[in-house]
């Protein structure tokens, strides 16, 4: 959601001559767009608002924004903590900055480079908020309640989307399977999916991220059926013990979530599944993590995204619970879950050696195209053809855990 708000600004501020620049030390507007999600994430920012201190002092003329979600009603406190900053605004309220951009752009001359090439792939938000409220969350405090925007203007961003070059769209919600139950018209995410579906030039379409309590029969018949919609499902489980996660207040059990892993894959046979696990919730015991460990040997998920728990103030669980397991005891887990991942998904990779795959590329790294297939796998491959944009297929020749490599399986194809 931040990077779709990162996209949505950077366009707001190129229609007023800015473009993006290689090198803080180069621009005009410099923009943080934080995540609060984690501890470490926060300590990320606060280390990279530090760092910019200097590049305030070198050129004061320098604009730098502090925006998401750390920026929350508590913003004289930010002032006199990150005196350097000359903005701080909360999520998707950019109208201060985009004044002050455009009067600055209609005064004096930018400092820009060329911006780079456009991407083939693009985030649409779809839905903003949750309602949820799981304890240890804090969007539904920074983002606020769900809402869901209307069918046509998404269509309408999606059409213009396309017609620029874009062909694959990321429907983005904090709970994207809420979608449209604010609306009127009462659409759901599988009305939706299916008139994206119909969008020319489009060639993937894909949806992040979703709740297990959510997540209807309806739309897995959706991502069954329609051509366009990606065979890739991002479902956090975040823990495998019931008490935990009644505690967490996620809404569901270990076994409604199992009964929906099976009734996804039995319609989607081929389905790529990642998931989100919390270690060392307050109160997990070496019992309940096992439970969590034994879920993830037995269904085998693609991908497994493992955080240690860390409270954020304002939660209900930093209010509530005593954050009681010691860390080195988290370190210990979170290790566990990183190390059957690993095997796991270098297992799961494996049965991919010397198969054709078809990978939308995206763009370079380390002088190789990467790409990703439907199932977001990662795919590396060499060409000194401009494959930006292409459906290439790509035959794979060597499988870790984390990604595939290969070469294009048609001598004509980049």
Known sequence: MNKADSENLAGKLEQFGYQQVPKPEEADIIILNSCVVRQSAEDKVVNKLSNLKSI??????????????????????????????????????FDDLLAHAEKQAESAPQKSAPALGQSPTAFVPIIQGCN????????????GREKSRPVAEILDEIQQLAQSGVKEVTLLGQNV???????????DLADLLAEVNRIEGLARIRFLTSHPKDMSQKLIEAIASLEKVCEHISLPVQAGDNEILQVMRRGYTVEQYKDLIRRIRDAVPDVALSNDIIVGFPGETEAQFQQTFDLLEEFRFDTVHVAAYSPRPGTIASRRLEDNVPAEEKRRRLKLVEEIQERISREKNAGFLDERVRILVEGRRSGKWQGRTRGDKLVFFESEKDCLGELVDVKIDHAGAWSLRGIPAVTSEC
């Open 177 to 187: 399977d809420s979608y449209g139950h604010d609306l009127s018209e009462k659409p």
């Open 56 to 93: 305030k002092r070198n050129y004061p003329d320098t604009t730098i924004v502090l925006t998401g979600c750390m920026v929350n009603s508590h913003i004289d406190h930010l002032r006199e903590r990150f005196p350097h900053v000359d903005f701080f605004l909360k999520p998707q309220q």
């Open 132 to 143: 949820n409220f799981c304890s240890y969350c804090i969007v539904p405090y920074r983002r």
